[in-house]
T-cell receptor, first 116, second 113 residues
């Protein structure tokens, strides 16, 4: 069964350093999402892509976060500089083209970030 | 934007009992309501979903009900088992494929053997 791939799974970085996460969605999934999940809370959307275009980045802290999906396939989420409050799990998800039966999204395993 | 509220935040039941988790949403345009189960350190896994054209959906021991007028939906787990222990999240979105899910804050379910 195809899965959303993410790397790295775990990252420890020092405050003020840069960190990047990579995501490869399920083949054929045009929509890609980056969510952030702080321990004990629900996932919160950071950015949504449709192919290579950003659909929603209203909750992305643009002073330090950036995301790209240059060829409309895999995606990178970058944080620079990292702050202590960025410690969380970063979840990538993808969904297939819209269809009458609905639109399930599929999550990757997540990338755990600890900022020290 | 959409706002989803979920309660209770924690729920402890005895094995074999039923568990009910409730969510409310704010955007009357939302028409897709999935439920996810998340075990410690793992990704959220879809367990059941419902769309606004139905009021109830059941899959073995799990059922979800939707009241669009009141803008609330609920997850019902019957005959709970220890392996049901996890955090459960409800979510809502406009099911066009172009609107991301908005999640509730989660319910930690503990099933006591």
């Amino acid at each position: 069964e195809a899965e959303v791939a993410q790397s790295p799974r775990y990252k420890i970085t020092e405050k003020s350093q840069a960190v990047a996460f990579w995501c490869d969605p399920i083949s054929g999934h045009a929509t890609l999402y980056w969510y952030r999940q702080i321990l004990g809370q629900g996932p919160e959307l950071l950015v949504q892509f449709q192919d290579e275009s950003v659909v929603d980045d209203s909750q992305l802290p643009k002073d330090r976060f950036s995301a790209e999906r240059l060829k409309g396939v895999d995606s990178t989420l970058k944080i620079q500089p990292a702050e202590l409050g960025d410690s969380a799990m970063y979840l990538c998800a993808s969904s297939p083209p819209p269809r009458p039966s609905g639109n399930t999204i599929y999550f990757g395993e997540g990338s755990w970030l600890t900022v020290v | 934007g959409e706002n989803v509220e979920q309660h209770p935040s924690t729920l402890s039941v005895q094995e074999g009992d039923s568990a009910v988790i409730k969510c409310t949403y704010s955007d009357s345009a939302s028409n897709y309501f999935p439920w996810y189960k998340q075990e410690l350190g793992k990704r959220p896994q879809l367990i059941i979903d419902i769309r606004s054209n139905v009021g109830e959906k059941k899959d073995q021991r799990i059922a979800v009900t939707l009241n669009k007028t009141a803008k609330h939906f609920s997850l019902h787990i019957t005959e709970t088992q220890p392996e049901d222990s996890a955090v459960y999240f409800c979510a809502a979105s406009l099911d066009t494929g172009r609107r991301a899910l908005t999640f509730g804050s989660g319910t930690r379910l503990q099933v006591q053997p």
